[in-house]
């Protein structure tokens, strides 16, 4: 549950003593009532990060007046931090896509019906196909393919685009080109992709196919921040299903699809509710 | 994760601003580290909770202390709160059982291998046919037969047993008779059962009969606090399982047992580590 | 995995000797290939269900032809039994809804993709609120509003609307009425529903919030044939989800959407593949 | 569903027509009645497979009839088959594990609750931790530690008592020795191994280990026929189970045990009650 109308704050440190009365009495002189408080210290780096959501009503702070009273503490504690404000203008998402559209048009649904917090400014795909669903719900559909030699300005567009529309999350839905190291590094912790196994089983091309001929007995799919080393970045959500020796490969397609949708949603729904940080190859996921 | 060596404070009250600063800014103004923090206000009752683990290592107080030094905190926001101190004597478990022994074996086992923190001083049984592997593994087993006329007398004996072992917890491991309203109000919070169904579906006697009869496509099995009315209690952790029309009434029961081992056994581990509170029908589980 | 294009023949009968053999030997000695063949006698009541797919190629019997050569047989046998050609036309579902859209633009999409083998002559809502999404999607729309005294009235025109488009299923995707005993036993085993539990829990109106209320650690949701009892008819499909104390019941809600839309989805799919055989108030799911 | 005192009979061959028919037929022309009949066709290969259960009462045949009376239509249609009979001996599973005791003693008791329709004759170690237990529950152990330059020795010595208990399974409960081609070869398909992950993740070593540190949110166990390429066998079951962030290594090992058991238990049932056949890298499970 995410409590509406909240202020969230965002913190990491290394672990020390103190963090947590630190930073809630903080909160707390200042008029803040915590309502929600998720906190964790990895056992392996002896890293800690903490969620709060700070009800709007009575705290006396704006972002500049926040970020000019909280210097001192985060600075003793050496504190990564990042807060959202209700009031802020609604995150930006454009979502990519090939031939197969089932992600999409969940996503375009979801935000459509409200259940993820976002605005959908722009779909983007090198392939034509899904222009005629997507503009037929009232969106704005750019096709760019990919064609031989052209993969750099293709991309470069993509890019331009981004920043036209304003874009504060890529949602890659099926879309099956390889990004630059520039590109995922420059949108880091802000691209998720979804990947239709079980990572790390099967990265790379036709997971369905390849779990058919090993025979494996349930298929999966991944969501995950995107990063340079394909299929390898931080994992957000995943989630199995159950198949047979009666499912062939276009069962498991059929199948995997609805794992796809949901498991993919999951994770924008989660990045939009700034429940996910990103720590090294692993996640934290305050749910 | 539970992080061995802790001493762990449980709290709840009406859900009121800066409840979690002053908590743990009093355990820091003591020399105490929190190292995990749970909490949870419930959107319905505006109940506060709250689970800490802090360090042993470092905190100045001991058990008197604290109860001398938390009690103006404690009044002011009208807490309830419990704590566990790590040199504390382990839980003491008496497990009672009918004929069925698979959920007992594996409480057995599992607390020979050290995955619940407790000791097992005593098992009761109306039957005798489990006592032979009980007393294999070691263990004390009586045998408590109810018979007609004698049930009450058959329960006040129970009830000495637990007094003469100073138990701490009773577990229900598939014990098919039903205790008195003086029992269960005697050890609210204290007897863990487990029903073979997905309660509140088939509630009472021989839910895998009539599971199959009503032809349901999933079996569950559903761990709860002991109250007065039948299979009501507040639940603890369920689990589920599909199945088919090949499955006949003894494969839901052989099915099932693997369920109830492990949704019993993770109950019972949830309540050792101090993670579940009992609020009203419902729980809160920290895990 | 069900083979594009193959003749379905589904059969019940008392269980006797020699049934497989008898039926599996008529379709050989008529050039029929048996590419897949299920079959399961129940031990409650002795019924034998079988079903068979056969290559149309070589078969030398059409419709009229086998209905003659198969009689002798099924006297013999007390068969009672349904045949599917490849060439027959496809189903023709109507969907009807109340003002939830989940479900319903769940199938709409399904059987644009192809992923369901039907017809989608019409949608029935007793709301307006759907009428843009599907009428934007090229489809019929009715609104039939649901006004005091008239229920008996707004029933004929539904049933007039379904033979007007010669439905062969009903599937009611979040339609909040109770239908009539006399349109139940009209379409018997046609009429397919969604409950939002997983029944025999919660059944009746608002089963999220007693979900909620009650503190269940797992929701559900539950496909099943309309009969005239509510939320007792044969269950098709049922899934599962773990939910906890921070879910309120908007969470629950929302999880539940994605479970409902799955779990119906399956159930249409395998009654338009014609593997489900209802038998009392239990089905056999050949998949 | 296995209907207790039947004769099983698998067969597999490339598909053909009317093979169902002539089998069945063949079955009811001497007297037996098929109360239980699954098959698949292989997509990929074409490769036929049947399952079949008969009554024993009133089927004409004995086990050498029965081949006598087969061989025609075996050969017409390049049958492979086996057959089992009920009043055959059970059969003779020797269990080998390390130090990790858990899958062990859920094997020991299954078989003691009669579970699983086996014999115990044997249990080999590679090391002494588990004597005690075994011997307790009356059962005979052998020690055979692996030494440097040891291992063939050790290996032929297995081989020798397997041998000599007239052992028909061998079950790696977490035995962490790799087994020569020769052995496996000698004992194709009938040796089973759990493998503590969701193969083809986490092949080899401390999977659990690297599941943690790559950030998955799911773990997985798989139990496998054995053959020379390590955890590459035929898949027979799998099962996976929902992680996050909190669950430290000894959460995930903790976890997976009660996966490991039910995972690798149900392999063993489904291969004794002869619902396995693995035709290349896949197994056809009839359950």
């Known amino acids: 549950m995410t409590t509406p109308g909240t202020i969230r704050l965002l913190v990491t440190c290394d672990d020390q003593r103190g963090i947590i009365a630190a930073v809630t009495t903080f909160i707390g002189?200042?008029?803040?009532?915590?309502?929600?408080?998720?906190?964790?210290?990895?056992?392996?780096?002896?890293?800690?990060?903490?969620?709060?959501?700070?009800?709007?009503?009575g705290f006396e702070l704006g972002r500049d007046a926040f970020a000019a009273a909280f210097v001192d503490l985060a600075e003793r504690f050496a504190l990564r931090w990042r807060i959202r404000w209700p009031q802020e203008r609604r995150r930006r998402v454009v979502?990519?896509?090939?031939?197969?559209g089932h992600c999409l048009r969940d996503l375009i649904w979801r935000i459509a019906e409200?259940?993820?917090?976002?605005?959908?400014?722009?779909?983007?795909?090198?392939?034509?196909?899904?222009?005629?669903s997507v503009e037929g719900a009232g969106l704005r559909y750019?096709?760019?393919?990919?064609?031989?030699?052209?993969k750099t300005a293709q991309e470069r567009r993509v890019r331009e685009l981004l920043n036209e529309v304003d874009a504060?999350?890529?949602?890659?839905?099926?879309?099956?080109?390889?990004?630059?190291?520039?590109?995922?590094?420059?949108?880091?912790?802000?691209?998720?992709?979804?990947?239709?196994?079980?990572?790390p089983a099967f990265?790379?091309?036709r997971p369905y196919h390849r779990a058919h001929e090993r025979g494996v007995k349930i298929i999966g799919a991944t969501s995950h921040y995107v990063t340079e080393d394909l299929d390898e970045g931080p994992i957000i959500t995943q989630a199995t299903?159950?198949?047979?020796?009666?499912?062939?490969?276009?069962?498991?397609i059929r199948k995997g699809r609805d794992l796809e949708r949901v498991v993919l949603a999951e994770a924008v729904r989660l990045h939009l509710e700034d429940k996910v940080l990103a720590i090294g190859r692993r996640t934290i996921v305050f749910d």
Chains 1, 2, 3, 4 share one sequence.
Request: avoid cysteine.
């Open 29 to 57: 002189s200042h008029g803040g009532n915590v309502v929600e408080a998720d906190q964790h210290t990895d056992a392996v780096d002896g890293r800690f990060a903490m969620r709060l959501e700070i009800e709007r009503d």
């Open 142 to 150: 750019e096709h760019l393919p990919v064609t031989p030699g052209e």
């Open 114 to 132: 409200g259940e993820l917090e976002a605005d959908l400014p722009l779909v983007i795909s090198n392939h034509a196909n899904l222009r005629g």
């Open 241 to 252: 299903l159950p198949i047979d020796h009666r499912d062939d490969v276009r069962d498991l």
């Open 203 to 205: 990265q790379g091309a």
């Open 168 to 199: 504060d999350l890529v949602v890659l839905a099926r879309y099956m080109q390889v990004l630059s190291g520039d590109f995922v590094a420059a949108w880091r912790d802000r691209i998720i992709n979804i990947h239709h196994s079980f990572l």
């Open 95 to 100: 979502v990519m896509a090939s031939r197969e």
